[in-house]
C-alpha cells in the first residue's frame, strides 16, 4: 500500500523528541520493511529544512508549509491547520495514497480535511486525549477532538483505557482497534552499555517531570539510592525551566539534592544506556496513553515501578513484569517499593528478566506494524471510506 502519516507537530527526524516523534518514526520505518511506501508529513519548522527528504528505506519525509517556519509551540497550532489541510489536499488530488493515518488530534483535522471529498480513509491516532482538560489545549480542543474521531474511518488507541475513553465521546466501540506502542529492541535491549554510575543504588524517571516531586520526596526515606531525572528542557536551559527550579529548590530543602541528578532532555540514542544504568525504573504520570517510556526500560531488562494508569496496566503486569502503585501515590508508599527491589538481589532480575521477555512478545515495531497494518487493510477495502457524523 502507498501510506501517508500525518503528524503535525512530531517529526521523525528529531533526535531528541517524545513518544510522538518516536512512534511515528518506528512505525514507519517498520510498515515499509513489510513492503509499504511510506511518506510522513510533517510541519516545516525550519526555513533551512528541505521539502522532502528520505527517512529510511521505503519513508520520506515531506515538510509541508503551514504557518511559520520556525518552532511553534504545540497548543498554538490550531490556527495552521486550514493551511496544512489545503496542502494535503493539492498533494492527494493528484495522487492519492491507500491510507492516511493522523497522528494526535490536530493532523486528525488537517488529513480529514485534506481528505474530503477524495475517498481516502483516515484512520487516527490520538497518542493523547484532552478529556477533562488534562492534556491542556485550546478551548476547542474537546469538541475538535471528538468531531475528529467521529470522522476518522477508524482510530488505533495505544491501550484499553484509551479505547474505553473513547467510549465517552460517543464513539462506537467496533471503530475502535487497541494496538499497543512499540519500541526498537534492537537499541532497547538487556546487555548493552551502561552509562557511569556510583556505587549507590540508582532509580531513573525518564519524560515529563511530572512524578519528579514525588520521587524526590520518597528519596528521603531510600537513604542508598540516587534519582536521576531525565526530560524536560535542554540541560542548558534546566536553570531558565520553572519546574526544574521548583524541583531542585524541593531536593535542596529534603536534604537530598546531592542525590539528585538532572540531565535534562537526552538524544533518544543515548537513552537505552542511561537506562541501563538504573537499578530501578519508575513512571508516575497520572495517565500514560501508550506508556512508552516503561516500555523502553523494561526492553532494557530494568524493573519498572508504574502508576497504574493508561497504557501502564496492559503493559506491566503487577509482581510479574514490574510494580503497579496507585496514581499520585504517597512517597512513603513508593519509599516502600523503592527500598524493596533495592534490598532484594532476585526480585529487580525477575522482574527485569520478564519485562524484556513481554516487550519481545508484544511491544517490537514489527508487531505494532502488523497491528496497524491489518486496520489500514480493513478500511482500504471498505468503499467508500466511513462518513461523517451528521
Not at 30 to 58: F, I, K, N, Q
Not at 105 to 115: E, K, N, Y
Not at 313 to 322: A, H
Given at each position: 500500500?502507498?501510506?501517508?502519516?500525518?503528524?503535525?507537530?512530531?517529526?521523525?527526524?528529531?533526535?531528541?523528541?517524545?513518544?510522538?516523534?518516536?512512534?511515528?518514526?518506528?512505525?514507519?520505518?517498520?510498515?515499509?520493511?513489510?513492503?509499504?511506501?511510506?511518506?510522513?508529513?510533517?510541519?516545516?519548522?525550519?526555513?533551512?529544512?528541505?521539502?522532502?527528504?528520505?527517512?529510511?528505506?521505503?519513508?520520506?519525509?515531506?515538510?509541508?508549509?503551514?504557518?511559520?517556519?520556525?518552532?511553534?509551540?504545540?497548543?498554538?497550532?490550531?490556527?495552521?491547520?486550514?493551511?496544512?489541510?489545503?496542502?494535503?489536499?493539492?498533494?492527494?488530488?493528484?495522487?492519492?495514497?491507500?491510507?492516511?493515518?493522523?497522528?494526535?488530534?490536530?493532523?486528525?483535522?488537517?488529513?480529514?480535511?485534506?481528505?474530503?471529498?477524495?475517498?481516502?480513509?483516515?484512520?487516527?491516532?490520538?497518542?493523547?486525549?484532552?478529556?477533562?482538560?488534562?492534556?491542556?489545549?485550546?478551548?476547542?480542543?474537546?469538541?475538535?477532538?471528538?468531531?475528529?474521531?467521529?470522522?476518522?474511518?477508524?482510530?488505533?488507541?495505544?491501550?484499553?483505557?484509551?479505547?474505553?475513553?473513547?467510549?465517552?465521546?460517543?464513539?462506537?466501540?467496533?471503530?475502535?482497534?487497541?494496538?499497543?506502542?512499540?519500541?526498537?529492541?534492537?537499541?532497547?535491549?538487556?546487555?548493552?552499555?551502561?552509562?557511569?554510575?556510583?556505587?549507590?543504588?540508582?532509580?531513573?524517571?525518564?519524560?515529563?517531570?511530572?512524578?519528579?516531586?514525588?520521587?524526590?520526596?520518597?528519596?528521603?526515606?531510600?537513604?542508598?539510592?540516587?534519582?536521576?531525572?531525565?526530560?524536560?528542557?535542554?540541560?542548558?536551559?534546566?536553570?531558565?525551566?520553572?519546574?526544574?527550579?521548583?524541583?531542585?529548590?524541593?531536593?535542596?530543602?529534603?536534604?537530598?539534592?546531592?542525590?539528585v541528578v538532572f540531565t535534562?532532555?537526552?538524544?533518544?540514542?543515548?537513552?537505552?544506556?542511561?537506562?541501563?544504568?538504573?537499578?530501578?525504573?519508575?513512571?508516575?504520570?497520572?495517565?500514560?496513553?501508550?506508556?512508552?517510556?516503561?516500555?523502553?526500560?523494561?526492553?532494557?531488562?530494568?524493573?519498572?515501578?508504574?502508576?497504574?494508569?493508561?497504557?501502564?496496566?496492559?503493559?506491566?503486569?503487577?509482581?510479574?513484569?514490574?510494580?503497579?502503585?496507585?496514581?499520585?501515590?504517597?512517597?512513603?508508599t513508593l519509599a516502600g517499593?523503592?527500598?524493596?527491589?533495592?534490598?532484594?538481589?532476585?526480585?529487580?532480575?525477575?522482574?527485569?528478566?520478564?519485562?524484556?521477555?513481554?516487550?519481545?512478545?508484544?511491544?517490537?515495531?514489527?508487531?505494532?506494524?502488523?497491528?496497524?497494518?491489518?486496520?489500514?487493510?480493513?478500511?482500504?477495502?471498505?468503499?467508500?471510506?466511513?462518513?461523517?457524523?451528521?
Amino acid at each position: 500500500m502507498r501510506i501517508d502519516l500525518v503528524s503535525e507537530h512530531a517529526s521523525p527526524l528529531a533526535t531528541t523528541g517524545g513518544g510522538q516523534s518516536v512512534h511515528v518514526a518506528g512505525l514507519a520505518a517498520a510498515l515499509a520493511r513489510r513492503g509499504h511506501e511510506v511518506t510522513v508529513h510533517t510541519r516545516r519548522d525550519d526555513v533551512a529544512l528541505p521539502d522532502s527528504m528520505p527517512y529510511a528505506r521505503g519513508v520520506t519525509v515531506e515538510h509541508i508549509r503551514a504557518g511559520p517556519a520556525r518552532p511553534v509551540a504545540r497548543d498554538e497550532l490550531l490556527p495552521y491547520m486550514p493551511e496544512f489541510a489545503a496542502e494535503l489536499a493539492r498533494r492527494w488530488a493528484a495522487g492519492p495514497p491507500d491510507v492516511v493515518h493522523a497522528h494526535f488530534w490536530m493532523s486528525g483535522l488537517a488529513a480529514l480535511g485534506g481528505a474530503a471529498g477524495l475517498d481516502i480513509p483516515v484512520v487516527q491516532t490520538f497518542h493523547a486525549l484532552g478529556g477533562a482538560g488534562r492534556e491542556g489545549g485550546p478551548p476547542e480542543r474537546l469538541r475538535l477532538e471528538t468531531q475528529a474521531g467521529w470522522d476518522a474511518a477508524a482510530i488505533i488507541a495505544t491501550c484499553g483505557e484509551e479505547a474505553r475513553e473513547l467510549g465517552a465521546y460517543g464513539i462506537p466501540p467496533e471503530s475502535v482497534h487497541v494496538v499497543p506502542g512499540g519500541v526498537d529492541a534492537g537499541r532497547f535491549r538487556p546487555g548493552g552499555p551502561a552509562a557511569a554510575r556510583g556505587d549507590r543504588g540508582r532509580v531513573i524517571t525518564v519524560g515529563r517531570l511530572e512524578g519528579a516531586g514525588t520521587l524526590i520526596e520518597a528519596l528521603c526515606h531510600v537513604p542508598e539510592a540516587e534519582l536521576v531525572v531525565v526530560g524536560g528542557p535542554a540541560r542548558a536551559d534546566l536553570g531558565r525551566d520553572p519546574e526544574a527550579t521548583r524541583l531542585r529548590r524541593l531536593a535542596a530543602a529534603r536534604g537530598v539534592g546531592r542525590r539528585v541528578v538532572f540531565t535534562g532532555r537526552v538524544r533518544h540514542e543515548d537513552l537505552p544506556a542511561l537506562l541501563r544504568s538504573a537499578d530501578v525504573a519508575v513512571f508516575l504520570p497520572s495517565h500514560a496513553s501508550s506508556g512508552l517510556a516503561a516500555i523502553e526500560a523494561m526492553a532494557c531488562g530494568v524493573p519498572v515501578v508504574v502508576s497504574a494508569a493508561g497504557g501502564h496496566l496492559d503493559t506491566v503486569m503487577d509482581g510479574v513484569t514490574g510494580l503497579h502503585v496507585p496514581p499520585r501515590v504517597p512517597p512513603g508508599t513508593l519509599a516502600g517499593r523503592l527500598r524493596r527491589l533495592l534490598a532484594d538481589p532476585r526480585l529487580g532480575p525477575s522482574l527485569g528478566a520478564a519485562g524484556a521477555a513481554r516487550v519481545r512478545e508484544r511491544h517490537t515495531w514489527d508487531h505494532v506494524a502488523a497491528g496497524t497494518e491489518a486496520v489500514y487493510t480493513r478500511v482500504a477495502d471498505a468503499s467508500p471510506a466511513v462518513p461523517a457524523r451528521s
